[in-house]
């Protein structure tokens, strides 16, 4: 069930993901991607607190594999 606000459940569950040690791994990924996907669907706030949290996750650094499951990701669900 989509509460209407689960962007902002996103957006607080990628605190932690950059708090912790500065860089998302692929646990903490699927973890917003669940978040995100709670409804069987993202939405377009979604995608942008996605784009969000996938950008700032790259310019961290990401390792191979989770910078493949972005961008299946972002494919999948036409995150940009």
């Known amino acids: 069930m989509n509460t209407g606000h689960s962007h902002l459940d996103i957006a607080l569950g990628a605190i932690p993901v950059f708090t912790d040690d500065g860089r998302m791994d692929a646990t903490e990924l699927q973890r917003l991607l669940d978040l995100a996907l709670r409804d069987a669907r993202v939405d377009e706030d979604e995608k942008r607190v996605l784009d969000n949290v996938f950008r700032r996750a ?3 650094g990401v390792t191979p594999d989770v910078a493949e ?6 494919r999948q669900h036409g995150i940009e």
């Not at 499951?69 to 972002?74: D, G, S, Y």
């Open 58 to 60: 790259e310019q961290a």
């Open 69 to 74: 499951r972005i961008a299946q990701a972002r």
